[in-house]
T-cell receptor, first 112, second 115 residues
């Protein structure tokens, strides 16, 4: 069965600091992996996705993630945090390309 | 182009009542999925519909049902509401690609409160 584990329910960084949000997945077949962001009282917005090919994936707003099969990881990074990055971030996996299985989410706080 | 739209935005019901939530997909998208997001948790998959047929179902009781209409819009129905059904209900639409992953685009959600 597929599953997603997001390490750290809450991450706090200073503005300008590196952002690292961790995601590990479990899947019996090569997975499709996604990161979504959710701002307060809003739906989910796609940040980036991994399907096949290049393992380093670039997304919107300066975020990127690297698929590491040997570590079953898909961590999300951003070199320099902005105040506007404060939100809830969800990692998700899909094996058959249909239903998404989400992690519990990581709340990112950014301080000035 | 308009994104995924959902109605109503907020809803308050009492235990035992019935509720219907509505979703309109992005133009050209023929697949609609429903998710339940309880406060502090990630979204949980409820249903997926494609071309008016149920394509997948999550681990939810039979009180939950859905359907898709010829214009690809969808309704989620929940009967005999329980307090635990209080959540944000998200609808997502996607293109169905042969042999490929589907990127799901989410609407703003309907926040349901059961008293």
């Amino acid at each position: 069965a597929q599953s997603v584990t997001q390490l750290g329910s809450h991450v706090s960084v200073s503005e300008g600091a590196l952002v690292l949000l961790r995601c590990n997945y479990s899947s019996s077949v090569p997975p499709y992996l996604f990161w979504y962001v959710q701002y307060p009282n809003q739906g989910l917005q796609l940040l980036l996705k991994y399907t096949t090919g290049a393992t380093l994936v670039k997304g919107i707003n300066g975020f990127e993630a690297e698929f590491k099969k040997s570590e079953t990881s898909f961590h999300l990074t951003k070199p320099s945090a902005h105040m506007s990055d404060a939100a809830e971030y969800f990692c998700a996996v899909s094996e058959a390309g249909t239903a998404l299985i989400f992690g519990k989410g990581t709340t990112l706080s950014v301080s000035s | 182009d308009a994104g995924v739209t959902q109605s109503p935005t907020h809803l308050i019901k009492t235990r035992g009542q019935h509720v219907t939530l509505r979703c309109s997909p992005i133009s050209g998208h023929k697949s609609v999925s429903w998710y339940q997001q309880v406060l502090g948790q990630g979204p949980q998959f409820i249903f997926q519909y494609y071309e008016k047929e149920e394509r997948g179902r999550g681990n939810f009781p039979d009180r939950f049902s859905a359907r898709q209409f010829p214009n690809y819009s969808s309704e989620l129905n929940v009967n005999a509401l329980l307090l635990g059904d209080s959540a944000l209900y998200l609808c997502a639409s996607s293109l169905v690609l042969a042999g490929g992953p589907e990127t799901q685009y989410f609407g703003p959600g309907t926040r349901l409160l059961v008293l």
